[in-house]
């Protein structure tokens, strides 16, 4: 019986990069500028939330505190209210704050609205470090319904990125 030797073949190919021409883009349309400008203007005042949960370790029998979740929420007041939604801190036992130049601060929880899925948060930071959101109104309740309306996020331990949701 003869055993046979496996033959590898190698097949080697070199190629060369060749540069391609980049178009330039040319100005956004109007509504990308808005999302732009709503970026710019909104994004310091949105902050993650991470839910906290307890938890015993198993060898040393002692209790800590576990992240269990992670939302969003926006600075409603410079002295320390924050707004989320519910679901986000439903059932913690705590929540950590992160604002967007990554300071992370114990948030107490003021008031929550489930049935709404509404609660607000309090931190204690520095006036300057809690810019609030800008708020708008429409003249009227026609002007009101048949707007859009943009409901962003910032994914947690990212900067500059945003997500967005449009309902028209």
Known sequence: MSTACPVRLVISLTLAAVPRAVAPRGALAADEQAHVDLFRTASPSVVNITSLGVQRDLFSMNVQQV????????VWHEHGHIVTNFHVI?????????????????????????????????IE????????????????????????????????????????????
Request: charge should be positive; hydrophobic fraction near 30%.
């Open 67 to 74: 992240p269990r979740g992670t939302g969003t929420g926006f």
């Open 125 to 168: 930071a520095p006036k300057d470090k809690l810019p609030p959101i800008a708020l708008g109104c429409s003249p009227s309740a026609a002007a009101t319904a048949a707007r859009c309306r943009q409901a962003t996020s910032s994914p947690p331990s990212t900067t500059n990125r945003w997500s967005t949701s449009t309902t028209c």
């Open 90 to 122: 439903q059932g913690a036992n705590g929540a950590r704050v992160t604002l967007a130049d990554q300071t992370s601060c114990d948030a107490e929880l003021v008031g929550a609205f489930p049935d709404r899925d509404l609660a607000v948060l309090r």
